[in-house]
């Protein structure tokens, strides 16, 4: 099949456009490397296709162009701005990229007769939510800007499917780690961050008590349920998770086992402080509400994969253990590079 991947050379996509490519499709590749990086399409000491447009997902005459010309059959649009305080801190470019620009996909797919629409949505939709395990059906509206423009994206596919019964697919993701995780941005995800931390002996710093639970899903599995979900001709909505949760506690402890730093201390910070290095967002007269800033560090997360299961036949396969092995053998390597 002819594939599109948007965000192509992202954490997770770039490991969905190598595992469609072995599998014999022609994938297509697009990413504007705003938050991309080149080294991962690099697998097996090599990258793995020539076919990357450099391109931004609102950039709707090219991509008129190359849906006309590529005749996609699947379109997998997990583009967008994800980071949280990124989106909070500059809320109308968030809207712009992960609203509108998935709207501008949307009417592509249906101009082009595209089969199958796949929308990387997130579990942070659910940050208001108070009954758990948190299923599909069953959403409270989010407060963050990220998780809002998530939440109306979602909005916009399911206006396309009544519009036109366009078969799609939207994935709400726990939380992904995994090799290719980011640990080099401002503030990276919080596996990516304690790896980067204990790589330059630094006490990593958790806010509040590290107590937090959190659902971690790895990324490999993650890749498994976005292929098999090729074979829905509906519109449906799929947790992506393992129904379990861990403390933020207990992941880092692990991580420091696997990387023998055992003897590095963990700091604990305020949680008013939580994004510390987006300063702006505490300035007057406007400071962004602690509260709100406190829910977003303390919430508990766990989402039920029953839906998955039942109509997919899918079950999360890594253990946590060997998910964060594999997780810091590669972003130890990635840091390494970066002394070079």
């Not at 942070?124 to 948190?134: L, R």
């Not at 009544?162 to 726990?174: E, H, K, L, V």
């Not at 810091?328 to 070079?340: A, C, G, I, P, R």
Request: glycine residues 4%; charged residues 25%; aromatic residues 12%.
């Amino acid at each position: 099949m002819n594939i599109l991947v948007t965000g192509a050379a992202g954490f997770i996509s770039s490991q969905l456009s190598y595992k469609l490519y072995k599998e014999g499709h022609n994938v297509s590749l697009l990413d504007n490397f705003s938050y991309g990086y080149e080294d991962n399409l690099i697998f097996d000491d090599k990258t793995f296709t020539d076919e990357i447009y450099r391109k931004d997902i609102r950039d709707s005459e090219f991509l008129d162009n190359l849906f006309k010309e590529k005749k996609f059959d699947i379109v997998y649009h997990f583009a967008g701005i994800t980071p949280l305080p990124d989106c909070q801190n500059n809320p109308a470019l968030a809207v712009d990229v992960n609203v509108r620009g998935t709207v501008i996909l949307l009417e592509l797919v249906r101009k082009y007769g595209v089969k199958k629409f796949i929308f990387a949505s997130t579990s942070a939709v659910y940050e208001n939510n108070n009954d758990f395990p948190s299923v599909e059906n069953k959403v409270e509206k989010p407060s963050l800007i990220y998780p809002s423009t998530k939440y109306t994206a979602e909005q916009f596919c399911k206006a396309f499917y009544d519009a036109y019964n366009i078969p799609i697919t939207i994935f709400r993701f726990a939380n992904v780690y995994g090799p290719h995780i980011d640990c080099l941005r401002t503030q990276p995800p919080v596996m990516g961050y304690i790896i980067r931390e204990l790589f330059n002996n630094r006490s990593p710093v958790l806010h509040s008590t590290g107590n937090q639970e959190r659902d971690f899903i790895y990324v490999s599995d993650l890749i498994d349920l976005a292929i098999l979900v090729l074979k829905n001709d509906r519109y449906d909505i799929v947790n992506v998770s393992t129904g379990k949760t861990i403390t933020i506690n207990k992941i880092t402890e692990i991580i420091k086992e696997k990387m023998k730093k055992t003897n590095i201390d963990t700091k604990y910070a305020d949680v008013s402080h939580y994004w510390v290095n987006y300063p702006e967002l505490y300035e007057e007269p406007y400071p962004i509400n602690n509260k709100l800033m406190e829910h977003e560090v303390l919430k508990y997360t766990c989402l039920s994969n029953e839906h998955a299961f039942k109509n997919y036949g899918w079950k999360p396969k890594v253990s946590i253990e060997e998910g964060i092995q594999k997780t810091v053998d590669f972003s130890v390597k990635v840091l390494s590079n970066t002394l070079k």
